[in-house]
């Protein structure tokens, strides 16, 4: 009967050992991103990849606040980004957790494993190099993962900025984590005071706009989507724009806006983020 006890205190202190590190892995996942961030822009891709494996990480009750949500999504984008610059196309493995994130309209969502699963199997398979090089040609080979080329890239064209814009996107993003959006509205707005070329100010008054809009300053948020476009158009500034007024439910405006959107498509996920528009346009009434 001692055993009984003794085994079922180990299983219980196990369980309060789980969920003690799980909170403190939640805790810690915004700095292993602005970590892999850093080791990207050094151009330690290896190594951004195995702080990215620290930052995915997912509540135990699978229910994702909208702090988490905005997290993951820069976690997804990041790993994107690394993927690619290994020349490799990481969307069957990315778009259905990110699509899942993206899509969702409730402040919390709910995922279920498969959601999320295989992206978990890969961090844990590639935390060293060797691992790295062996999942990669294994998943090559089994179609989890393809290689890209020059001519066909399979990712939304994101705007080349300078890595001078990464201290401002780190700061603003731990801040947005803490919901604190005028304080991220007043890092984007520091930077803003300093001499960029287009495509950076561009860019920064795209996220500037985004924080205005999470701080529900809809006003300014529409202001800065305007002044990105004006400043240097690509297709990200104006898919935003265009989500924000499907999302407000302004059907004239946003049917100038789309055909500008359409005309950017440059890649098969430009145009799976358009025809999301484009469907979202036509359930308006």
């Given at each position: 009967?001692?055993?009984?006890?003794?085994?079922?205190?180990?299983?219980?202190?196990f369980?309060?050992y789980?969920?003690?590190?799980?909170?403190?892995?939640?805790?810690?996942?915004?700095?292993?991103?602005?970590?892999?961030?850093?080791?990207?822009?050094?151009?330690?891709?290896?190594?951004?990849?195995?702080?990215?494996?620290?930052?995915?990480?997912?509540?135990?009750?699978?229910?994702?606040?909208?702090?988490?949500?905005?997290?993951?999504?820069?976690?997804?984008?990041?790993?994107?980004?690394?993927?690619?610059?290994?020349?490799?196309?990481?969307?069957?493995?990315?778009?259905?957790?990110?699509?899942?994130?993206?899509?969702?309209?409730?402040?919390?969502?709910?995922?279920?494993?498969?959601?999320?699963?295989?992206?978990?199997?890969?961090?844990?398979?590639?935390?060293?190099?060797?691992?790295?090089?062996?999942?990669?040609k294994?998943?090559?080979?089994?179609?989890?993962?393809?290689?890209?080329?020059?001519?066909?890239?399979?990712?939304?064209?994101?705007?080349?900025?300078?890595?001078?814009?990464?201290e401002?996107?780190?700061?603003?993003?731990?801040?947005i984590?803490?919901?604190?959006?005028?304080?991220?509205?007043?890092?984007?707005?520091?930077?803003?005071?300093?001499?960029?070329?287009?495509?950076?100010?561009?860019?920064?008054?795209?996220?500037?706009?985004?924080?205005?809009?999470?701080?529900?300053?809809?006003?300014?948020?529409?202001?800065?989507?305007?002044?990105?476009?004006?400043?240097?158009?690509?297709?990200?500034?104006?898919?935003?724009?265009?989500?924000?007024?499907?999302?407000?439910?302004r059907?004239?405006?946003?049917?100038?806006?789309?055909?500008?959107?359409?005309?950017?498509?440059?890649?098969?996920?430009?145009?799976?983020?358009?025809?999301?528009?484009?469907?979202?346009?036509?359930?308006?009434?």
């Amino acid at each position: 009967m001692n055993y009984l006890y003794i085994g079922g205190g180990v299983v219980v202190l196990f369980i309060i050992y789980s969920l003690f590190a799980a909170k403190n892995n939640l805790k810690k996942a915004p700095e292993k991103l602005i970590d892999a961030q850093k080791k990207f822009d050094a151009g330690e891709t290896n190594a951004a990849l195995r702080a990215l494996g620290e930052a995915f990480v997912i509540p135990l009750n699978d229910h994702v606040n909208a702090e988490q949500k905005v997290h993951l999504l820069a976690v997804l984008d990041l790993l994107r980004k690394v993927l690619a610059e290994m020349n490799i196309s990481g969307s069957k493995l990315i778009d259905p957790l990110y699509d899942k994130l993206k899509n969702s309209v409730n402040a919390s969502v709910v995922l279920n494993e498969g959601n999320y699963k295989p992206l978990q199997d890969f961090f844990e398979e590639t935390d060293s190099d060797a691992k790295l090089v062996k999942y990669l040609k294994n998943s090559v080979f089994g179609g989890e993962i393809s290689v890209e080329n020059s001519a066909s890239s399979d990712r939304p064209a994101f705007p080349e900025t300078s890595s001078r814009t990464t201290e401002y996107i780190n700061r603003a993003g731990k801040l947005i984590m803490g919901r604190k959006y005028q304080e991220a509205i007043d890092v984007y707005n520091d930077a803003l005071n300093q001499q960029w070329d287009d495509t950076d100010k561009a860019f920064l008054h795209d996220q500037l706009g985004s924080c205005y809009l999470m701080n529900k300053d809809l006003a300014n948020a529409e202001a800065n989507y305007k002044e990105s476009i004006a400043i240097k158009s690509y297709f990200l500034n104006n898919w935003n724009y265009a989500d924000f007024l499907i999302y407000h439910k302004r059907k004239d405006d946003a049917a100038v806006q789309l055909p500008k959107v359409e005309a950017l498509v440059a890649s098969p996920s430009d145009r799976k983020e358009f025809n999301k528009l484009q469907k979202g346009f036509d359930a308006l009434k």
